[in-house]
């Protein structure tokens, strides 16, 4: 009875088991120690590539960004690349295209100021996005429309193009920044 437990527990489990050819990918085997087991993962066969690129590509400046909100920022570390593959993917599942920037910039301080910008092939795309934003009130004094909190973010069209403006000013977060964010908006539309 034993064996016919085993040999059925075996059975549903190779029965789990397709043959996907190519698909798969055979997991790695390491060789085991008899004396002690380990409970460490296996390495990885091979190591990532390391990528330190810029995603903003041009958009707005350092310079740009303080002249425009006064804030001693200066560009982030990292791999804006990356970050920014993120937004070309949430408007691909809208079953839209879009070339994506962004450029993030802050100080030891705590300002923080990002800019994205999004570039459609034509205006229709841009509105398409556009009527799916909410939450923010129609504000004037950059692109064709424009939405903000007037505090954090500016959310901008011109065009073919959007540009959204978050900006965190550490001495006083709540503020009304309006203002700021319309310069940093403009500065990104020119290039956008």
């Not at 802050?106 to 092939?121: E, I, K, S």
Request: charged share 15%; proline share 6%; glycine share 10%.
């Amino acid at each position: 009875m034993k064996r016919l437990a085993t040999a059925l527990a075996a059975a549903l489990l190779l029965a789990g088991c397709t043959d996907d050819g190519e698909r798969r990918t055979p997991m790695p085997v390491a060789p085991t120690d008899a004396g002690q087991a380990s409970a460490l993962p296996l390495p990885s066969p091979s190591l990532p590539p390391v990528v330190n690129s810029d995603g903003c590509q041009g958009l707005v400046t350092a310079a740009q960004v303080q002249k425009a909100t006064g804030l001693p920022v200066q560009a982030s570390a990292g791999d804006g690349a990356a970050a920014v593959a993120q937004y070309g993917q949430a408007v691909q599942s809208l079953g839209l295209n879009a070339r994506a920037r962004m450029c993030p910039f802050g100080n030891g301080a705590g300002d923080q100021v990002t800019v994205v910008a999004l570039t459609f092939p034509d205006a229709a795309q841009s509105q398409k996005l556009w009527t799916t934003i909410k939450s923010l009130e129609a504000v004037g004094g950059v692109g064709e429309a424009a939405l903000s909190d007037k505090s954090k973010t500016l959310l901008a069209r011109r065009g073919k193009a959007i540009v959204a403006v978050y900006l965190v000013a550490s001495a006083a977060p709540d503020a009304n920044h309006l203002g700021q964010l319309q310069s940093v908006a403009n500065t990104a539309l020119a290039k956008a």
